[in-house]
C-alpha cells in the first residue's frame, strides 16, 4: 500500500512516446543535416569525424562528399569544424530505414580544381573560389597576394615541387 501511494505522489513518469511525439530537449544531438549549397569539399569534417562516417573524395573529376548514418556517433565534430555551415545537428532521432542501407547515404559532387602544371584534379572549384576571397579581401602585401593566388592553381605536389626547386635554386647561388 505504502507503494502504491508513493507511486500515486510522483505522477507519470514515462514518455507516451511512439504514440505521440517525441520531444527532444534543446542540445539533443541528432542526425546531421547537410547543406549542399553552402559546401566548399574542404574536408575538414571527414578529417574530423570519429568513425569516418563522412568522406570527401576526388573521383575522377570530381569532389565526392558522402555521409553515412549508419557509421555516426552524433559527436558534433563535423558542425564545429565546418568553415560555412554546411553541416549541422538536427534534432532528428528516427533514422530506420526500409530495407534499402543505400538510404543511409547522403551525398554531394562538386567539381574538381585541376592543377594547371600536372593537371592532376586536387580539389574543388568551391574550395579554390572561397581561397581566392580570402586572398583578395586580405591586407597581404600586392607581392604575397600575388604569390598565393598564383599557388591556388597548383596542386600541393607541384607546390612541393616548385619550392624545393626554388631552395636548391636559392642554396647554388650562395655557394656561387
Ligand atoms: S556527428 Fe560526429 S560521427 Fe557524425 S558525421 Fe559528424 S563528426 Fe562524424
Ligand atoms: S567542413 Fe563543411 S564545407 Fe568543408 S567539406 Fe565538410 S560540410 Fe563541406
Known amino acids: 500500500m505504502k507503494i502504491i501511494d508513493l507511486l500515486k505522489k510522483s505522477g507519470v513518469v514515462t514518455s507516451p512516446y511512439p504514440l505521440q511525439p517525441y520531444e527532444v530537449s ?5 542526425k546531421p543535416e547537410y547543406d549542399y549549397s553552402f559546401c566548399i569539399g574542404c574536408a ?7 568513425p569516418n562516417a563522412i568522406s570527401v573524395k576526388i573521383e575522377d573529376k570530381s569532389v565526392v562528399w558522402r555521409y553515412n548514418t549508419g557509421r555516426c556517433i552524433f559527436c558534433g565534430r563535423c558542425e564545429e569544424v565546418c568553415p560555412t555551415g554546411a553541416i549541422k545537428l538536427s534534432d532528428k ?9 543505400n538510404d543511409l547515404l547522403v ?9 594547371s602544371k600536372c593537371e592532376k ?3 574543388s572549384k568551391r574550395f579554390i573560389k572561397s581561397a581566392l576571397n580570402k586572398i583578395n579581401s586580405s591586407n597581404m602585401s600586392s607581392k604575397r ?4 593566388l598564383s599557388y591556388t592553381q597548383i ?7 616548385n619550392t624545393s626547386t626554388a631552395m636548391r635554386e636559392k642554396d647554388y647561388q650562395r655557394i656561387e
Open 26 to 30: 534543446e542540445n539533443f544531438r541528432g
Open 44 to 50: 575538414a569534417c571527414g578529417i574530423a569525424c570519429p
Open 107 to 115: 551525398q554531394g559532387e562538386m567539381e574538381a580544381q585541376i592543377c
Open 121 to 123: 584534379p586536387f580539389t
Open 155 to 161: 596542386c600541393p605536389d607541384c607546390k612541393r615541387e
Open 93 to 101: 532521432f528516427e533514422l530506420g530505414v526500409n530495407f534499402n542501407k
Open 145 to 148: 597576394k600575388k604569390l598565393a
